[in-house]
């Protein structure tokens, strides 16, 4: 495993605290298996390093999420960390193998040549709702949270420019990110009844 060494009882010690909402902790959770997951969990598996950093994010997104509910049994965490990140490479490979006519990320936001004017003109509506729901939400959050989400989802910046434009470091970038995106989610959730932007089941 190719990561920064933590012994068993530190490590134990940085997932109690982050359980209980340390930033810092996860964050060194973050910077000691993050190489060891990408290099040897992911990108062999996915074969591009675009990819592999999307499913990466993905993954410990994931974790932070579900990091209340892991049980220690003192076995190192990077054994759950690799399972979520190979759950997401499956998600990965099959969402590549789907057709994109039917997928409804794809009929949200991307447009289609092949429509007829009336399946535009619902889709087009469509868009403009969703993206009424997202600026809302977005406008909704703490200044932080609402500036990472634009500057890593809408204006596209790679982690490390979006580190400098914030004056952080690559580490706490990834976590504040990693925390926004479970804010927006939750307060989409509440504000719209449904658990993701692009539709879903209905609470």
Not at 45 to 69: C, H, M, N, W, Y
Not at 164 to 185: I, Q
Request: proline share 3%; net charge positive.
């Amino acid at each position: 495993m190719r990561a920064r060494k933590i012994g068993l009882e530190e490590e134990e010690s940085l997932v109690r605290r982050a359980v209980r909402g340390d930033g810092e902790a996860f964050g060194t959770l973050y910077d000691a298996y993050r190489d060891f997951i990408f290099s040897a969990v992911i990108y062999p598996r996915v074969g591009s390093a675009d990819a592999a950093e999307e499913i990466l994010s993905e993954t410990f997104l994931l974790a932070l999420q579900k990091l209340p509910s892991f049980e220690w049994r003192g076995k190192s965490i990077a054994h759950w960390l690799q399972s979520i990140a190979l759950n997401k490479v499956m998600e990965w490979s099959a969402q590549k193998r789907k057709d994109p006519v039917f997928d409804d990320a794809f009929l949200s936001f991307t447009p289609d040549s092949s429509f007829q004017p009336e399946e535009r003109a619902i889709l087009d509506d469509h868009r403009a709702i969703l993206k009424k729901r997202i600026e809302e939400t977005l406008g909704a959050l703490n200044e932080r949270y609402r500036r990472v989400i634009e500057l890593r989802l809408v204006r596209r910046l790679s982690r490390s420019e979006c580190a400098r434009t914030m004056d952080v470091s690559v580490g706490t970038l990834d976590v504040l990110f990693f925390r926004a995106c479970r804010a927006f989610r939750k307060a989409y959730r509440e504000k719209h009844g449904i658990s993701d932007p692009r539709g879903g089941a209905q609470t």
